[in-house]
């Protein structure tokens, strides 16, 4: 194959040999139909300003990396190894705590009140919650606005709605309590 001889100024060329040298050497060799020791590149001011968003997308990945390093692991939780907390109004089991992979800060734990019994007065943060009732009835007030919940019964609340659970069986009520957000995990 007979090299293709072309005229150009010396910088549309070095271009042109930059641009093939990318592909292939030889390729750039058999083009310019002269031998490539080495290749001058000027950087300008602007081609070194169009680079910063792809810069900035690449930092944003490195970050994101780097979180999910202290993010949680996947793991199992037997009932028996869950510490448990007691107090006079409600036991709690603690079953996990920490942050996701994805960057959202997760804690859940179970609680049993006696009948009549509350954790805490009606509160609100910046964490939203689920509530997953397993055994008894509770009243779930959200806003004001009360809900019961038996057996099976999901409850959920938005970040910052004032919420409270209050156990209105004759038994023990038992759930699980899922919190996502910021300060989830605190």
Partial sequence: MRPVSFKCSSRVENDFVTRALYYDRDFAEEITG????????SLTRRKACSLIPALMVAGARISAGAA????????TFPFENMPVQNS????IRKIIKGKLATGEHIEAHQTTLPPNGSPHPPHHHVHSEMWLVREGTVELTINGNTHRLGAGGVGFVHSNEEHGIKNVGTGPATYYVVAIGPGADS
């Fill in 68 to 75: 999910q390093d202290d993010s949680l692991p996947s793991a």
């Fill in 34 to 41: 002269r031998e490539i020791d080495e290749v001058r590149m």
């Fill in 88 to 91: 006079d109004h409600a036991q």
